[in-house]
């Protein structure tokens, strides 16, 4: 059976819990019942946009899609294109949508790729991901970068709110870096990394203070609250000392585990809750 636009516009959202609080509330439905009116509007997406956003074909291609019968709006296959559906009711191909409400991904970056979608910067780690997600409008981003050179923890997500929230230095998000110095450490770059007085090379305001963690002659774990570009290597150099190799362990909360490197792991899209 097929249904026009004007017959799924027709069906009510199906919002079971407000529906149930309206029966049994009436007094307070009036206020409530402005909900599902709101919830319509935000959440449903035309069918064609719905396909390409999520990286499943290009919006024509879509059109082509559901004027072949693969997608239906709560169990009807549609035919119009321009019809508006909630996410959670629309099947291709009998499927339900892939990951409608978006991704955040945690990636063991392995060494030798770029965290840029420009591809003149060589192999990237947007590579490692399936086609689909690579396609996805808003664009699968890292949240910050890692050096081609330096490999570990780096989250991915299509949340765009949350990229600029986790980037933020106002919001100083811990991250952990494991480095390998050419050569032995002294103790006194301890104090100077937490002086919050460090000044890189062509930068005028110092950086945050910082922790160093002496774990070897010349091995060391940095936590950083700010995210400047080669900011570890560039701290060492400041200090006449190289890093030869940089793994990011951990990025707020989150830890790599024993995750495989070119691997992913799915996070809930709420793992950084705003308060
Ligand atoms: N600091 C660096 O020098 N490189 C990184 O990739 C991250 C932090």
């Known amino acids: 059976m097929m249904a ?59 059109r082509g899609w559901i004027q072949d019968g693969r997608v239906s ?18 099947l291709v191909d009998g499927e339900p949508l892939d990951h409608p409400g978006g991704l955040l991904l945690l990636l ?29 409008n808003p664009q699968v981003t890292s949240i910050g970068r890692l050096d081609k050179d330096t490999s570990g923890l780096l989250l991915l997500t299509d949340q765009t709110e949350l990229v600029h929230r986790l980037t933020s230095p106002k919001h100083k998000v811990p991250k952990i870096y494991r480095a390998t110095l050419s050569r032995d450490l002294s103790s006194n770059l301890i104090q100077i990394f937490a002086s919050g007085t460090l000044v890189l090379k062509d930068e005028k305001t110092p950086c945050a203070p910082a922790e160093l963690r002496i774990a070897a002659a010349r091995e060391a774990e940095v936590t950083l609250t700010e995210g400047r570009y080669h900011q570890v290597r560039r701290m060492f150099a400041s200090q006449g000392n190289e890093v030869l190799a940089l793994h990011r362990t951990m990025f707020g909360h989150l830890q790599l585990n024993d995750l495989p490197a070119g691997q992913w792991r799915e996070l809930p899209l709420d793992s950084f809750p705003t308060t």
Not at 73 to 90: H, L, M, N, Q, S
Request: hydrophobic share 40%; charged share 30%.
């Open 73 to 90: 709006v709560r169990g009807v296959i549609v035919d119009d294109f321009g019809a508006k559906a909630a996410d959670a009711d629309v």
């Open 4 to 62: 026009d636009r004007a017959q799924i516009a027709a069906i009510p959202p199906q919002r079971g819990k407000d529906a149930f609080f309206f029966a049994k509330h009436p007094v307070i439905g009036i206020f409530r019942v402005f909900r599902p009116l709101t919830v319509f509007t935000v959440w449903m997406r035309r069918l064609d946009q719905l396909l390409a956003n999520l990286g499943y074909c290009s919006r024509r291609e879509a």
């Open 108 to 136: 063991n970056k392995p060494t030798g790729l770029v965290c840029s979608h420009d591809e003149r910067e060589g192999p990237s780690v947007y590579g490692l991901l399936p086609e689909r997600w690579r396609r996805r």
